[in-house]
């Protein structure tokens, strides 16, 4: 995803959240460097269509002048059995 569209999808005024949870917090610090893992859970709806997904996160944080700034970040949807 392009950051266009990422701002298009965060501006979307159409999802509806009844859950959104991030848990299962990971972090690894690599001196200027943090790698962040974790699962989420999303439930709503966008547009009359519902959806209900679970996935996996990893973020990369690197440090600048004392504060953190996200370099990358990547999500997955669970394989369903």
Sequence with gaps: MTKGQLMATTADRS???DVLVSQG???R???PVAVVTGTYHEKG?????HFD???RF???WLKFGGGWQCAASHDSLAMKD
């Design 45 to 49: 709806s966008s547009k009359g269509k």
């Design 15 to 17: 999802y509806h959240y």
């Design 53 to 55: 997904r679970r996935g």
């Design 58 to 60: 990893t973020d990369t």
């Design 25 to 27: 917090y990971r972090v």
């Design 29 to 31: 610090v690599y001196g």
